[in-house]
């Protein structure tokens, strides 16, 4: 596990270093797409640490229904129609700076390179790989802590370019959030087995996330407490059953993408 975390580590940061660098006045400004590369640290660490198999394929099957299994990646846009419902009765323009952000081009690859690469970047290793290794070692609950503290360290480069954050509460408030979203995911993951799954919802939490930055800074808050109250309430009703729906999937290692 240490090999695929400093695998992880590395290929990311030495990713972004160039985006680093140029946030500190080393280098000229730089395109903000080249952000996507850092999205290839946890996958390509997955692959090299597991080359025999692929990092996309189930490890069981789904305890949860088709339907289910919808109801979950609809959750994401879900908040996002909440938390505009309560900005549009405050009175808050919402089409206008919407509008405006997908008629940049700039704004719109900005959100394609966040959103889908690295949901499908990070789930792979994160939760296909490193997870189920540790919840075999140990409580789901106790391996989604250790991962999520490996997941907000692996973040650190983005502090420096990309998080624009005031004072320690809102670092805190991010590592809070990440607990939550590391809960609601490893629930995803035990409860289906699929890293596509886990896969796709991130990749949608993420563009509604991304989506609402230009509209309001109420409408991120309120979507990002809503999936805190998710995150944390699984925790709390599942921990006892293994963070996962109904009965057993099997937590295997090498899982696939």
């Given at each position: 596990?240490?090999?695929?975390v400093l695998?992880a580590?590395g290929?990311t940061?030495?990713?972004v270093?160039?985006?680093?660098?140029?946030?500190w006045?080393v280098l000229p400004?730089?395109?903000?797409?080249?952000h996507?590369?850092?999205?290839?640290?946890?996958v390509?660490?997955a692959?090299l640490?597991?080359?025999?198999?692929?990092?996309?394929e189930?490890?069981?099957?789904?305890a949860?229904?088709?339907?289910?299994?919808g109801?979950?990646?609809?959750?994401?846009?879900a908040f996002a129609?909440?938390?505009l419902?309560?900005?549009a009765a405050r009175?808050e323009?919402?089409a206008?700076?919407l509008?405006?952000?997908?008629?940049d081009p700039?704004?719109v690859?900005?959100?394609a390179?966040g959103s889908?690469l690295?949901?499908i970047?990070?789930?792979?290793?994160?939760?296909?790989?490193?997870?189920p290794r540790?919840?075999s070692?140990?409580?789901p609950?106790?391996a989604?802590l250790?991962l999520t503290?490996i997941?907000?360290l692996?973040h650190?480069?983005?502090?420096?370019y990309?998080?624009?954050?005031?004072?320690?509460?809102t670092?805190l408030?991010?590592?809070m959030g990440?607990?939550?979203g590391?809960?609601w995911?490893a629930?995803?993951?035990n409860?289906?087995g699929?890293?596509?799954?886990?896969?796709?919802?991130?990749?949608?939490?993420?563009v509604?996330n991304?989506?609402?930055?230009?509209?309001s800074?109420?409408?991120?808050a309120?979507l990002?407490?809503?999936?805190?109250?998710?995150?944390f309430?699984?925790?709390v009703?599942f921990?006892?059953?293994?963070l996962r729906y109904?009965?057993?999937?099997?937590?295997?290692?090498?899982t696939r993408?």
């Open positions: 596990m240490v090999r695929f695998l580590f290929i940061w030495v990713a270093s160039p985006l680093v660098l140029s946030a006045g400004p730089l395109p903000g797409w080249l996507g590369f850092g999205a290839l640290g946890p390509v660490a692959w640490s597991e080359r025999e198999r692929g990092v996309f189930a490890a069981g099957p789904s949860l229904s088709p339907g289910w299994v109801v979950c990646l609809a959750t994401p846009f129609g909440v938390a419902a309560v900005v009175g323009a919402i206008g700076p509008d405006r952000s997908f008629a700039e704004w690859v900005s959100l390179v889908v690295y949901g970047g990070e789930e792979p290793g994160w939760r296909g790989w490193l997870q540790l919840q070692r140990f409580s609950l106790k989604t250790i503290a997941w907000a692996w650190a480069p983005f502090f420096a990309r998080f624009d954050f005031e004072g320690v509460g670092v408030g991010f590592f990440l607990l939550a590391a809960f995911l629930f995803l993951f409860s289906t699929s890293v596509k799954v886990v896969a796709a919802w991130h990749v949608l939490w993420n509604a991304l989506s609402l930055a230009p509209v800074g109420l409408a991120v309120i990002n407490a809503l999936m805190m109250i998710l995150g309430g699984v925790a009703v921990s006892r059953r293994g109904g009965g057993s999937v099997p937590a295997r290692a090498g993408v």
